[in-house]
């Protein structure tokens, strides 16, 4: 089993920045893929970044060039640093971990983290 632990979320403004940590714990969590996710309300869950364990990484279009994904050299932390963020970036985020890159199921998943971006 593999836990996960996010943190980071909050009220900021559009055009502000804000990074999202997420916590792995538990077995192996350092072999495995990780992943962001975010779901606004009334919309379906959607992929954000991942980062493999020898750092590949790869984004969705929407935050391309806004958002980095980084890991810790423990392997066991995430970060999600959001640039330049939007209202449309409103959501609940949730960090994952699955097998392989890039990942066809992840596994395991944290509870999430809500940013909210004014306007």
């Known amino acids: 089993q593999v836990q996960l632990v996010e943190s980071g979320g909050g009220l900021v403004q559009a055009g502000d920045s804000l990074s999202l940590s997420c916590a792995a714990s538990?077995?192996?969590?350092?072999?495995?893929?990780m992943g962001w996710f975010r779901q606004a309300p009334g919309k379906e869950r959607e992929f954000v970044a991942a980062?493999?364990?020898?750092?590949?990484?790869h984004y969705a279009d929407s935050v391309k060039g806004r958002f980095t994904i980084t890991r810790d050299s423990a392997k066991t932390v995430v970060f999600l640093q959001m640039s330049s963020l939007k209202p449309e970036d409103t959501a609940d985020y949730s960090c994952?971990?699955?097998?392989?890159?890039?990942?066809?199921?992840?596994?395991?998943w944290g509870q999430g983290t809500q940013v909210t971006v004014s306007s």
């Open positions: 994952a971990a699955g097998d392989g890159y890039p990942v066809t199921d992840y596994e395991y």
């Open positions: 538990g077995r192996a969590s350092s072999y495995y893929t």
């Open positions: 980062i493999s364990t020898r750092g590949f990484t």
